[in-house]
């Protein structure tokens, strides 16, 4: 019998483990901060830019295209030169681009520049990831990317609360400002808590015809090509919310922006309070089983949800409530088909991250749009959010499928 082999995170005292919690979360949570930080602003932001709701809901499909794209390309670049080099590059892409946006004259210029913003997020995303790979896999990953989302997930709370508190002392413009600090201490952060956790060796260097060939392996495994549409999709449902959630709140309910905030943040503890119940279950459970589970049960709150909006049954309280409940369904799936994808391939964890974080922004980005399209109301948002969460119940029924999915051997990444 082969005995698998020691990965380094299990080597690792609980201090040095809280320390990588901290300081992974906080790389992943500068996506949700780019990304939420500013939707307060986004009704104001319509009146003093003189556009239109669907126009200035575009420049948070362009942060999600920028994230899509970004990873695509800097994954490959993670496992050819290692994760801090190209981390630290597009950290410093994000701190110009937040500077450009606090001048911004019009909605076109700030939807590029929110484009350039998700490039550089998306290195912290891919790079966040992959460390965990280099360091865990299995059921040890999904525990530790559950704890990754506790630090992430306070992100999607502060941030629209941080945004309202920098709206009262200035305009929507500042904002961006703040998150020029944010990325500046990030930068700073990843240059002295940080290691290289790729070591040379493991590197891959085969240039454009060898990252070619790794994407094209991974999109021929039928369980992690649907385990990446399960987490695109919930992802697709939740980015339907924020897209959907100041209009919605602010505009139809009456919501102020302090409110929203509340409001908003509501959600957000769905998300957490999953992530963190997920660690419990899986000290019991597979992550397949957990992920099941999860998806049966936001599919039925998602039913609820588009009922609820479109009777009006209960008001505010009601609808909160039943997205509350498909966010939770969506923090227990999300990281354990994340889990499932990436132990399959430790050997290309940057590449399979990137390709995971492509999908799940990417599908983020088409979703988002629909909600305005669809009439920016309760119910436009209700229909999208559990248009998502119906399409990745499908994908693991009809593309992953269960019973086909096993657990590999651990692959060690670091000597």
Same mark, same amino acid.
């Given at each position: 019998? %082969?005995?698998?082999?020691?990965?380094?995170?299990?080597?690792?005292?609980?201090?040095?483990?809280?320390?990588?919690?901290?300081?992974?979360?906080?790389?992943?949570?500068?996506?949700?901060?780019?990304?939420?930080?500013?939707?307060?602003?986004?009704?104001?932001?319509?009146?003093?830019?003189?556009?239109?709701?669907?126009?200035?809901?575009?420049?948070?499909?362009?942060?999600?295209?920028?994230?899509?794209?970004?990873?695509?390309? %800097?994954?490959?670049?993670?496992?050819?030169?290692?994760?801090?080099?190209?981390?630290?590059?597009?950290?410093?892409?994000?701190?110009?681009?937040?500077?450009?946006?606090v001048v911004a004259p019009s909605i076109a210029v700030l939807g590029v520049l929110r484009v350039i913003q998700g490039l550089g997020v998306a290195a912290a995303t891919v790079v966040a990831m992959a460390v965990v790979r280099d360091l865990f896999s299995g059921t040890a990953f999904a525990r530790l990317?559950?704890?990754?989302?506790?630090?992430?997930?306070?992100?999607? %709370?502060?941030?629209?609360?941080?945004?309202?508190?920098?709206? #009262?002392?200035?305009?929507?413009?500042?904002?961006?400002?703040?998150?020029?600090?944010?990325?500046?201490?990030?930068?700073?952060?990843?240059?002295?808590?940080?290691? #290289?956790?790729?070591?040379?060796?493991?590197?891959?260097?085969?240039?454009?015809?060898?990252?070619?060939?790794?994407?094209?392996?991974? =999109?021929?495994?039928?369980?992690?090509?649907?385990?990446?549409?399960?987490?695109?999709?919930?992802?697709?449902?939740?980015?339907?919310?924020?897209?959907?959630?100041?209009?919605?709140?602010?505009?139809?309910?009456? =919501?102020?922006?302090?409110?929203?905030?509340?409001?908003?943040?509501?959600?957000?503890?769905?998300? %957490?309070?999953?992530?963190?119940?997920?660690?419990?279950?899986?000290?019991?459970?597979?992550?397949?089983r957990v992920l099941v589970a999860a998806l049966g049960g936001g599919t039925a709150a998602g039913a609820l949800l588009v009922a609820f909006a479109a009777t009006g049954f209960g008001g505010l309280a009601t609808l909160l409530a039943a997205l509350w409940l498909v966010l939770f369904a969506g923090g227990l799936a999300m990281p354990n088909a994340s889990a499932v994808a990436m132990t399959r391939h430790g050997e290309a964890a940057g590449t399979a991250a990137a390709l995971l974080g492509a999908v799940q922004f990417g599908t983020g980005a088409i979703a988002a749009p629909f909600v305005g399209v669809l009439g920016n109301d309760s119910v436009a948002m209700a229909v999208v959010v559990a248009g998502g969460m119906v399409a990745a119940t499908s994908a693991l029924l009809l593309v992953a499928r269960p019973h086909r999915i096993t657990e590999p051997e651990a692959v060690p990444a670091v000597a």
């Open positions: 019998m %082969i005995e698998s082999p020691v990965l380094p995170g299990e080597l690792m005292t609980l201090r040095q483990r809280v320390r990588l919690v901290v300081v992974l979360g906080s790389l992943i949570a500068v996506g949700p901060l780019t990304i939420d930080m500013y939707l307060p602003a986004l009704p104001a932001l319509t009146a003093d830019l003189e556009t239109t709701s669907t126009a200035v809901q575009l420049t948070l499909t362009g942060t999600l295209v920028g994230l899509a794209l970004g990873q695509l390309v %800097i994954g490959p670049v993670a496992d050819a030169y290692g994760r801090r080099r190209p981390l630290l590059a597009g950290l410093a892409l994000h701190v110009v681009a937040s500077a450009l946006c990317f559950s704890r990754l989302m506790l630090v992430m997930g306070l992100a999607p %709370i502060l941030a629209p609360t941080v945004g309202s508190a920098v709206l #009262e002392a200035t305009n929507w413009r500042g904002v961006f400002v703040v998150l020029g600090v944010v990325g500046v201490l990030l930068t700073l952060t990843a240059l002295v808590a940080l290691r #290289e956790t790729l070591p040379v060796e493991r590197r891959r260097s085969g240039g454009v015809v060898d990252t070619v060939r790794t994407y094209g392996g991974l =999109l021929t495994d039928r369980v992690f090509v649907g385990m990446v549409l399960v987490a695109g999709f919930a992802m697709a449902a939740v980015f339907s919310y924020v897209a959907g959630s100041s209009f919605v709140f602010q505009d139809q309910y009456g =919501l102020d922006e302090r409110q929203f905030g509340i409001a908003f943040g509501a959600g957000a503890v769905g998300l %957490i309070a999953a992530t963190q119940l997920n660690v419990r279950l899986l000290r019991r459970y597979t992550p397949q």
